[in-house]
């Protein structure tokens, strides 16, 4: 039985700490939060505290803090020798304290959202270890959770979380957009539902590159035209042009 520490209360950790629970080869030893009111309804479960120094002796300790602050953290663990982890996709395996720990990545390539249902399962899990052991430590934690693992180096890593930026952070914020122009004529959101979801299943099948469709793509000048005109809030015509000229450089338009 693989024994985890769990710091932090967010969307990450939160989501961690329901499919954790539920696994056999690991168990959540205890749990810690800057903010106890964050994770009280847990206290009949699990061991919380608001108190790094009152931290229980774990095999792993994941921290799954904003990134700005897993550097200071690690620094405080009132501990040394031990594989503290985080949960970042840009923090650097080397900004965990290395004068007194030992090193890893557990990063769950997903979108977290506490209010969401989530099946972990499906998530990815990219892992980074500087020792075959802690590698072997991580795997057997993402495989308890019924993941999918892959080893990854720094460099993939960060590759693959600023792919994800734009493969979720910004599609939202295009959705978000689409929203908008939807409501400046009272037009029904859902209707365009089953386009969104016929796209991401596209890519189950075929690549970005053979799936994409639009004037943009056909080199329809006229209908650009008339879409530009239609808009008349700047950014939204500023992103329209954006993403236009890049899909016209992919597919050869002009």
């Known amino acids: 039985m693989i024994t985890i520490t769990l710091i932090g ?4 950790a939160t989501h961690l700490y329901n499919a954790l629970k539920k696994c056999e080869k690991v168990a959540v030893n205890q749990w810690f939060s800057r903010d106890l ?22 095999d792993v300790y994941i921290i799954a803090i904003s990134d700005d602050a897993i550097e200071d953290v690690s620094k405080q663990l009132p501990f040394d020798n031990r594989l503290v982890v985080h949960t970042s996709g840009s923090v650097r395996l080397y900004d965990i304290d290395m004068k007194h720990h030992k090193r890893g990545v557990f990063y769950p390539l997903q979108s977290f959202s ?13 892992i980074e270890a500087l020792r075959k052991e802690d590698f072997n430590t991580l795997k057997t934690i993402g495989e308890a959770l019924g993941c ?34 939807c409501e400046s004529e009272a037009a029904d959101f859902d209707i365009l539902k089953p386009l969104i979801k016929e796209t991401a299943r596209k890519i189950n099948t075929v690549s ?4 994409q469709t ?3 793509k056909r080199g329809d000048k006229k209908t650009i035209k008339k879409q530009l005109k239609m808009l008349d809030n700047d950014m939204q015509k500023d992103v329209y042009e954006l993403l236009t000229k890049s899909i016209k450089q992919t597919h050869g338009q002009h």
């Open 208 to 211: 970005p590159y053979k799936a």
């Open 148 to 181: 999918k693992v892959h080893k990854v180096n720094t460099n993939q890593r960060k590759a693959l979380h600023l792919a994800a930026v734009f493969a979720n952070n910004f599609t939202n914020q295009i959705y978000r957009l689409a929203h908008e122009i």
């Open 214 to 216: 639009g004037p943009a």
């Open 37 to 58: 009111t964050q994770i009280s309804k847990y206290n009949t479960e699990v061991s919380i505290t608001d108190n790094l120094q009152e931290l229980k002796e774990s």
């Open 114 to 126: 506490k209010a969401v249902e989530l099946n972990f399962s499906e998530v990815p899990i990219c």
């Open 9 to 12: 209360a967010g969307n990450v």
